[in-house]
């Protein structure tokens, strides 16, 4: 009887040391490399995905080889700290519930698509150290409604609609997925549409590309669904694959030039819908807004509007919090069992010899 009463609470106690070392570790930091001289941390109690040390991150082929992608739908928050140079390729690509991004003063590149697919981040801020930033670094960012730059960053700016373009705003590099506004007329300034520029905007419906404009490059307007009205002005001259592939409610197209100008330009490949538009040529489009930061449609202001989203993850992460007061609890409770557990079996089994 007492031997199965000892086998009974060891039994126990095996299966409280099991339970406790499986809860410990799924809320244990996990950490690695990322870099030759960087690391990478991951604090699942609060969802943060840490980039520290120093140098370049690791530039990757694809997100499936990043060493963090098992724990992309849980990152939160990403922090790359000073020191790091360079973020890589596809780093943060497929984090869907990072709603927060910190870039450090002493980054100076942005990787290819490094941000793609970041669908809960709103802001982000380029920090007046970046000299490069790759194509579509935020493709995919649908809630992403504006992307500030240091005023002091000598290589690249944004107004005040967060639309990111280089310094002298010759390139129009981004413009937000989730800003709202439905008419955009493109700067008279920006010579380029970088690739990704527009992609994914579900908001927009009528765009003004000026007579400054010379190439469109690929995927610019790619699956901008509302677009329905675009004018194209005789002065471009390359319409890059793709730059307005499922954009499904293009029906109508203004050409300042005439249609022999337009058999001159060289249309890419994936360009369907464009092509089998209904073409004015020699005028143009809907009179809308200047792009000019001061007269341009505002993006929408929530900031009085509740997030129940946003709330809903504050009070996860409140919660999320204590996790390591509840471990260290349990812990304890572990250590005075396993220190009662002895007792009992020493004073039942007492040394004969």
């Known amino acids: 009887m007492k031997y199965k009463t000892s086998k009974t609470v060891i039994s126990l106690f095996t299966v409280l ?10 809320f244990a930091v996990e950490n690695g490399t990322c870099g030759t001289s960087a690391n990478w941390s991951f604090d699942p109690s609060i969802g943060e995905l840490k980039i520290s040390g120093s140098g370049p991150m690791t530039s990757y082929s694809n997100a499936d080889n990043v060493p963090w992608r098992t724990y992309t739908d849980r990152i939160t928050k990403i922090t790359i700290d000073e020191g790091i140079s360079k973020i890589g390729n596809y780093a943060f690509k497929n984090c869907t519930q990072a709603s ?87 700067p008279y300034t920006v010579t380029t549409i970088k690739a990704a520029a527009f992609a994914g905007n579900q908001h927009l419906r009528n765009v003004i590309i000026p007579e400054s404009v010379n190439m469109l490059d690929y995927m610019a307007f790619y699956e901008c669904t509302s677009l329905s009205c675009v004018t194209i002005s005789k002065s471009v001259t390359l319409i890059g694959e793709m730059a307005f592939s499922k954009c499904d409610n293009l029906s109508e197209v203004y050409y300042t030039g005439t249609q022999t100008q337009w058999d001159s330009v060289a249309v890419r490949d994936n360009n369907a819908q464009l092509l089998k538009c209904s073409f004015n040529y020699e005028k143009s489009g809907p009179d809308i807004l200047s792009a000019d930061s001061s007269v341009t449609s505002p993006v929408a202001d929530t900031s009085d509007t509740p997030d129940l989203e946003k709330t809903v993850k504050d009070k996860i992460t409140n919660n999320i919090g204590i996790i390591p007061i509840i471990l260290i609890v349990i812990a304890v409770f572990v250590i005075i069992l396993f220190i009662i557990l002895i007792r009992v079996i020493v004073k039942k089994h007492p040394d004969k010899s």
């Not at 669908?119 to 493709?139: C, G, H, L, W």
């Open 17 to 26: 040391m099991v339970l406790s070392v499986s809860f410990i570790c799924t």
């Open 100 to 186: 927060e991004i910190i870039i450090s003063e002493s980054v100076t590149e942005i990787g290819y698509s490094a941000f793609d697919n970041c669908k809960s981040v709103r802001q982000i801020t380029i920090p007046s150290s970046v000299e490069k930033i790759n194509d579509a670094p935020f493709y995919g960012c649908t809630e992403l409604t504006a992307v500030f730059v240091d005023e002091s960053n000598k290589i690249y700016s944004s107004d005040s609609n967060g639309v990111l373009y280089n310094e002298d705003k010759t390139h129009l590099i981004q413009y937000p997925a989730g800003n709202i506004t439905e008419n955009f007329s493109v």
